[in-house]
């Protein structure tokens, strides 16, 4: 073909007929590429091919495997933790003595033949239900166990029964990687080795359920008073359930929210034996909840050491959980049930003398349950803090750790009552909070104190009058006097003019556990729940000039394998020095010309020691109490009726048979006499309280006293007529703030918590008593009054002091 012939032939076929051209070598590619340009992308196809990706990730594959295969020839089974290799726990007074010593291992184990197949099938239905099925381990949750400690997390589930067994038996509670990959080798090389129930009878026998109790047998006589063999299903659900939070899920100890849960955890255990087969559909339908019986205290327990002992392994539990030792609560108080601790506690061994010598002289030797039923019902308890360090130097949890294990001291399923009004007052005066017709809110304030008045909020009534003590009607009156005489139409409006929700905010900086807790108006009486630890530390925050105080009753915790980190028991200002010291001014009020003039004021012990507190006394007298303070010392005082056989909660009236009228027990009575009897002998010298307040908020006399309603505990006292008082009193009061205010700082506690408390909707109400009173100069005589007996009959509804 010529040159035409090739040139036509172009032009016919266009760049398809053309000859193609070689392409470039990829050499010769590289130096044509423009400077700066970007590499063809042929080099990134071959940079990440899948056949490299996949190359790499069977080589990352194969290295895994090749560790693992390593690791499981390295690792053999070790000998099981002994027994006798379990030391012993020592708690000691904070001057170093010994208070008591734990550890005696209650267990004992059993043959798997011994405990019922059903039950076997309870524990594999809670834990694992591919249990019989499986090769011991689960990968993945083994793997998100591993990812999650390396992440700093915690563990998050997913072992199975094997795995748990093998770190009961062979390895420890510590959350590290090493012990995880030991717990997955050791898990594979057991389940070929052993028994599917070899490895149950381990599991349940090692096991920890809460009450001391280590296996099966020796819970099902902790919570059911017999042997394993003879458990129901239910019964064994029930201690199924248990392992997952022991301390949580004990009924006796519970929370309404622990119980909620054990329930649901209950319920699940026998819907996974349905599924799976070993229940029957209709026999699971008829099943009811098997409530455990009553704990009994283990050896060496008894009188209040019981109840210091639980106090501090329940600040323990939460804080090797906080510093990330543990990753549970039951795996704390697995850990410390396992012994080697040496606990110090803050209890002061002449403080805790005294006060259960107070509760003893002026409660429960007047106790006869063989005369009156009522006697059995009365469950004191008592915390004693120092403001200046935070330390709980006493604590009185109940009769006897063998007769009432429920801790008095820290539970907090009783009503506060009247002595939250104070948190009322402490809120009004950190926010500047303004009455209804704009007044300032300040102890000499005026409010209607008309029994019953029906609280508003701008003018519009939100439905709630609250009346005072035996419906009494004062008029216009101060709020110093209102919280002499504890009034509570006047302490039912304050909270509206603040509003409830900074109240509650304002309860939760003190030291209130107010989780789901509504700020409803109802609260401001003190409707919630509390226990005599929180309103101690709640006290010591207003003595302490409003820097916060936490609780604390250990001082150092040590092991042999670690020492126990504690966060200060004094923390940050939480509530203003003038607010908190206006209210310390205001109390004294109440113990010099109120409602505990006759317990305390009047004590010939007290020599001129200042003092200042609230009483308060719950809706139908389930509760009376009193919380006092001396500038060096905050306690708390709580009387609880609880019916020894359900534990619901009961009236306290006709206790003691002592009280003049109707028995009624007020906080005003015993709480405040066990209060005074212990607290004036404890203080050595006098002291005062050195306050900065707000001008006009010092507490002062009523210039016309008002009715006196003092209680009284002796039985030959009757009662005096009550004059009306005058609605117009309102006494004027001098400004006297404190020249040189003091701040000084003091150490806090941690408060044992339980799970929040559901708020109780129906108020309480605390009752009412004297006239105003002159505070800050330690004692004097008290004006010369009419004085009611204690326990005055109650208007129907609304009672307390």
């Known amino acids: ?113 011994q405990v019922p197949k059903d039950v076997q099938h309870a524990f594999v239905g809670a834990e694992n239900k591919t ?65 599917k129930d070899y490895i149950l009878a381990g599991y349940i026998n090692t096991s920890y359920y809460g009450r001391g109790a ?192 429920t801790n008095n001291a820290t539970r907090r399923d009783y009503q506060p009552a009247s002595t939250f009004k104070p948190v009322i007052l402490a809120a009004a005066m950190n926010e500047g909070a303004k009455s209804q017709d704009g007044q300032e809110i300040t102890p000499n304030t005026t409010y209607d104190g008309t029994s019953g008045r029906q609280v508003v909020d701008n003018g519009v009534k939100v439905g709630f009058g609250p009346p005072n003590e035996d419906d009494h009607d004062y008029g216009k009156i101060t709020v110093q006097t209102a919280m002499n005489q504890s009034v509570n139409s006047v302490f039912a409006q304050m909270g509206v003019d603040v509003g409830m929700d900074k109240v509650m905010a304002t309860a939760s900086r003190l030291g209130m556990d107010t989780a789901g807790m509504d700020a409803v108006p109802a609260q401001a009486l003190g409707s919630m729940g ?47 020095q003038t607010a908190a010291d206006t209210v310390t001014s205001v109390l004294t009020g109440v113990v010099d010309d109120g409602t505990a003039r006759q317990s305390v004021a009047n004590d010939p012990a007290r020599d001129g020691q200042q003092v200042a507190g609230k009483t308060g006394t719950s809706d139908n007298d389930k509760s009376a109490w009193f919380t006092g303070y001396t500038p060096g010392l905050v306690t708390s005082v709580g009387l609880f009726g609880e019916d020894p056989k359900t534990h619901a909660h009961v009236p306290l009236t006709g206790a003691t048979g002592l009280i003049p009228g109707t028995g009624r027990i007020n906080g005003g009575g015993y709480p405040a006499k066990i209060w005074a009897a212990y607290t004036f002998e404890a203080m050595s010298g006098v002291s005062k309280f050195d306050v900065d307040t707000t001008p006009g908020a010092t507490a002062q006399p009523s210039d016309t006293p008002s009715s006196s309603l003092t209680p009284s505990n002796t039985p030959t006292q009757t009662p005096s007529p009550s004059p009306t008082p005058s609605p117009s009193s309102s006494p004027t009061q001098a400004p006297s703030p404190s020249p040189s205010p003091s701040s000084s700082p003091t150490p806090t506690l941690s408060p044992t918590q339980t799970p929040s408390p559901t708020p109780t909707q129906t108020p309480t109400q605390t009752r009412g008593i004297t006239s105003e009173n002159p505070a800050r100069s330690g004692r004097r005589p008290a004006p010369q009054q009419p004085v009611h007996a204690l326990g005055l009959s109650a208007a129907a509804g609304w009672l307390g002091e």
Request: aromatic fraction near 8%; glycine fraction near 10%; avoid cysteine.
């Open 1 to 113: 073909m010529g040159r035409a012939d090739e040139g036509r032939t172009r032009h016919r076929g266009g760049h398809h007929a053309a000859p193609k051209r070689r392409r470039p070598r990829p050499a010769q590619a590289a130096t044509a590429a423009p400077a700066g340009g970007r590499p063809p992308k042929g080099r990134i196809r071959r940079l990440f091919s899948w056949k490299k990706i996949l190359g790499t990730f069977f080589g990352f594959a194969l290295l895994v495997i090749g560790a693992l295969v390593a690791l499981y020839m390295k690792i053999d089974i070790p000998a099981g933790n002994a027994s006798a290799q379990m030391q012993s726990n020592i708690y000691n007074y904070s001057d170093g003595t010994l208070l008591t010593r734990t550890g005696e291992l209650n267990r004992e184990s059993v043959d798997l033949a």
């Open 131 to 195: 249990f019989y099925q499986d090769a011991g381990v689960d990968l993945k949750g083994t793997a998100r166990g591993v990812f999650n400690t390396l992440m700093g997390r915690g563990k998050q589930g997913g072992s199975t029964i094997t795995q748990q067994y093998v770190k009961n038996y062979y390895l420890d509670q510590n959350q590290t990687v090493s012990r995880k990959l030991k717990e997955l080798v050791i898990s594979l090389k057991v389940d070929r080795q052993k028994s």
């Open 530 to 576: 509390a226990s005599p630890l929180e309103m101690a530390g709640i006290y010591a925050t207003l003595d302490n000039h409003g820097k916060k105080v936490t609780p604390a009753i250990i001082r150092s915790a040590e092991h042999r394998d670690q020492t126990l980190s504690l966060p200060d028991p004094i923390g940050d200002r939480v509530i203003s």
């Open 214 to 405: 280590y296996g099966i047998q020796a819970a099902a006589q902790a919570y059911y008073h017999k042997d394993a063999k003879n458990l129901t299903v239910q019964e064994g659900a029930y201690l199924a359930a248990l392992l997952q939070a022991p301390n949580q899920y004990d009924w006796n100890i519970a929370s309404d929210t622990g119980k909620q849960l054990v329930k649901t955890r209950w319920n699940y255990v026998l819907d996974n034996m349905v599924e799976q087969h070993w229940l029957n559909s209709a026999e699971r339908q008829g099943m009811h909840f098997p409530v455990p019986v009553t704990p009994e205290a283990a050896p060496g327990m008894k009188g209040q050491i019981g109840y210091l002992v639980d106090a501090a392994n329940s600040v323990l539990y939460k804080q090797l959980v906080s510093q990330g030792s543990v990753s549970t609560l039951g795996d704390a108080e697995a850990l410390v049930k396992k012994g080697g601790w040496t606990i110090t506690l803050n209890i002061d061994r002449r403080k805790q003398t005294l006060l259960e010598r107070a509760v003893k002289q002026q409660l429960t030797n007047k106790l006869d349950e063989e005369k009156r039923s009522v006697d059995r019902d009365v469950q004191p308890g008592a915390v004693s803090v120092d403001p200046a360090t935070g330390q709980v130097v006493a604590l009185y949890g109940g009769v006897d750790y063998f007769k009432h294990f």
